[in-house]
Structures are given as structure tokens and as C-alpha cells.
């Protein structure tokens, strides 16, 4: 079980808003394990796809769910899922046909439940490991998967400047329209959870943002 030193930081935001470059420097900072859930949701939405499974295909996607064994590979600081032992590469993790469909999938109570179990059980991982710590980044982590997290924070930028973001990485992907449909799902939609802290990137470089949270961190911790 996690001691006191154990520090759990919450990440949310939408797409593109600097979650997962802000956390792996947070990470490498504090020696902590770097979870980015949106990739769980990735994984799983490319292995349906991969067998032609589509959102709508309800009965094959619960049919599939409880037959995939769930595991985790450590690269550095980073907690990859595996699915039935394999890592999906990052180029299949970020198509064009899975930003297509990942929110839809990621709507479907019975691939949340089994992502949720999973992401709770990574505190443990971390402490075995002897991280000093976890942050985990995605859309419902300070709200529904680690509501006790010692820090939370909650990324915003401006749907034009995300969008920019996304094109200087090369990739195809509809943010707004993710977006929108993770606010509007009835199973852990996307919120700024209860008391976390807004950090509007849009005029702030990735060091700010960083030194930000980082200031948040210390200064709490210290009191
Ligand atoms: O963070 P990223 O943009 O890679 O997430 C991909 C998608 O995974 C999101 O648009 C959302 O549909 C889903 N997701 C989620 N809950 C999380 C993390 C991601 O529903 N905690």
C-alpha cells in the first residue's frame, strides 16, 4: 500500500491540451510513473478494429472485452498496457481510424469498467516499482479512477491553438468532436473534477505550464 511519501497526481483535459508532455517532465521530475489512460482507450479501440468490431457491435465488444488479459510492460517511467501480451505501436495508437473511433468505444460502460480496474491497480504497480508516485493523465482520473489523488489539475487551451498542436505532430485527428463527445458520454464524461486546478496553456510555453504545476506541488506539499 502506498505510504505518505506516495505522491498521486490527477491530470484531465481535453485533447491536444498539453496533458501528456507537462506529465512525463512531472514524471521524470519526481521519479513517478507516467500513465497516459488515453492510450488504454487507444489500445482497445485498435485491437476491436482490428477484428472489425465497430462501436456499434455491442454484444462482439463485450464478447471481447472479458477474454483480453490486461498487463503492464515499464519503459523508463512509462506504464505501457499491453493487451494478451502485446504493446500496440504508437503510429496504430494514433491513426487516423482510431481518433476516428475512440470515443465512441470509450462511451461503452463495459470497456470503462475494465479500464478502470485496470488504472486503479496501477497505484500498486508503482509502489512495487518504487516509484515515489503516479501521475496519470486522461479525462475522468481526479473525478472517477484516483478521486483521492493528493494534486489535480485540469488542462484547457484553445480549440485553435490544440488544433495547431495536433498539426505540428502531423496527425489527423477531430479534436473538437472528441471532445464534445467525451463531455456529452453518461459514463465518467470528461469534467474538471471537484477542486481541481485550471491551467489555461494557451499563451504559456510547455516550461511554464511545467513550473506551474510543479510550484502547486511543492508549495501544498510543504503545507
Ligand atoms: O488522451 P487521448 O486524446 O489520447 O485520448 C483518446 C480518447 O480516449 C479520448 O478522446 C477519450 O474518448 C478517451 N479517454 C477517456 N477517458 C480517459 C482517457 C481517454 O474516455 N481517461
Known amino acids: 500500500m502506498p505510504n505518505k511519501n506516495f505522491t498521486v497526481i490527477a491530470v484531465d483535459g481535453g485533447a ?15 521519479n513517478l510513473l507516467y500513465v497516459d489512460t488515453g492510450a488504454h482507450y487507444r489500445s482497445i479501440a485498435y485491437v476491436l478494429l482490428r477484428d472489425a468490431i465497430y462501436p456499434e457491435d455491442h454484444k462482439d465488444i463485450v464478447n471481447k472485452i472479458d477474454s483480453y ?75 472517477i479512477v484516483l478521486p483521492d489523488a493528493n494534486f489535480r489539475f485540469f488542462l484547457e487551451a484553445d480549440p485553435a491553438m490544440r488544433m495547431h498542436r495536433r498539426k505540428l505532430q502531423g496527425h489527423d485527428d477531430a479534436i473538437q468532436m472528441r471532445d464534445q463527445l467525451d463531455v456529452a458520454r453518461k459514463t465518467a464524461p470528461m469534467i474538471c473534477p471537484p477542486n481541481a486546478i485550471r491551467i489555461n496553456s494557451s499563451e504559456l510555453t510547455l516550461e511554464k505550464v511545467v513550473d506551474k504545476m510543479l510550484k502547486i506541488i511543492e508549495v501544498q506539499k510543504d503545507t
Open 69 to 143: 488479459k490486461l498487463g503492464t510492460q515499464l519503459i523508463g517511467r512509462l506504464a505501457r498496457l499491453t493487451i494478451n501480451g502485446e504493446i500496440i505501436e504508437d503510429s496504430f495508437l494514433r491513426s487516423a481510424q482510431v481518433n476516428q473511433y475512440v470515443s465512441q468505444f470509450s462511451a461503452i460502460p463495459q470497456i470503462r469498467e475494465v479500464l478502470l480496474k485496470y488504472q486503479r491497480s496501477l497505484t500498486n504497480y508503482a509502489c512495487e516499482h518504487h516509484f515515489r508516485g503516479l501521475i496519470m493523465e486522461g479525462r475522468d482520473i481526479g473525478s
Open 16 to 30: 491536444a491540451s498539453g496533458k501528456s508532455s507537462t506529465s512525463k517532465i512531472i514524471a521524470e521530475r519526481l
